[in-house]
């Protein structure tokens, strides 16, 4: 591989596992996949750092989970203002590749700590710019993909109050009803920061071809996620090869302006991800390997980076 390639992660729930197992985000005692050190190694320059409620907290505990993941970005912010910065705005992303400092650009996993529609602006005042509706299961709001109902009224009305605001609507874990309901409503490019392709590997979490063609037909990205349940195919431990295959399916489906990475990395244990991809700095050998494919180095800049920085520069508000 010629080019080394700057990396965009469209979901990495680092938050959640710093405060969960109360870890180190530089030397971590405990076992885990992302640090900064591992970051900067993987060349990683943006992630959609994530708000995840792990089911334990809700209902009693979602909005305090929420807000304390929000408070240890803001840490993160000041403790390392030299190596990692928020990203708000379209002018913030003119960092990207020009420094070796990281953008967070924050990612809410399922909308439940969003109490009420009118409480949608105090996220965003700190710094939220992408939501999911919902987890894998049912909210206020909307369902997951272990739920078959549709959007609420208030979902209608928080799709509508995300609009305003230019907050980008992330399809993944909806159910399909959720999906379609959703899809039509927003007024912005449509992402799925990490999800397959159902065709190849048929689980409920990945997406059906009329559900890839609906994101990339209205200019979206569809992030690649490396948890082996959503990459397997038969009985054979995701490799790298597995990774591929998703990606040119959805390449030759949707066209390779549409596809992305979206890692979940630190979103389930070490063992679940694929054989050579453990860490975060593991992340360069996915586009080595789009290379030795056969990939030209353009369209796998688009997939390490150029597609989900394209929809952002235009769903962000100045």
Known sequence: M???FF????????????????????????????????????????VFNTIFIHPKHKPEKTVQSALDQLSKYEEIYKQFKNDV????????????????????LTLM??????EHVDKLEEFYNRGVRIIGLAWNDKNQY??????????????VRLINKMNELSITLDLSHLNEK??????????????????????????????RDAQLRAISERGGVIGIVLYNYFLKIGDKTPTLEEVFTHADYMVNLCGEDHVGIGSDMDGARIEYFPE??????????????????????DRVEKIMSGNFLRVLKTNLKP
Request: charged content about 25%.
């Open 7 to 46: 990396i965009v992660d469209a979901h990495e729930d680092i938050a959640f596992h710093l405060n969960y197992l109360k870890r180190d985000f530089v030397n971590p005692s405990v076992p885990c996949m992302i640090t900064l050190p591992w970051l900067k190694e993987g060349n990683v320059r943006l």
């Open 276 to 297: 050579g991809l453990k860490t975060i700095a593991d992340l360069p050998k996915i586009a080595e390997y789009f290379c030795d494919k056969g990939y030209p180095e």
């Open 85 to 104: 910065y928020q990203v708000k705005t379209p002018q913030d992303l003119s960092k990207f590749g020009q420094s070796s400092e990281i953008g967070f």
């Open 178 to 207: 959720c999906f379609w309901e959703a899809v039509e409503l927003t007024n912005l490019i449509p992402i799925a920061t990490h999800s397959n392709a159902r065709t190849i590997t048929d689980h409920p979490r990945n997406l």
């Open 109 to 114: 996993e399922g909308a439940d700590p969003i």
């Open 142 to 155: 909307a369902s997951g993909n272990d739920t078959e109902d549709g959007l609420s009224e208030e979902g």
């Open 2 to 4: 010629s080019k080394n």
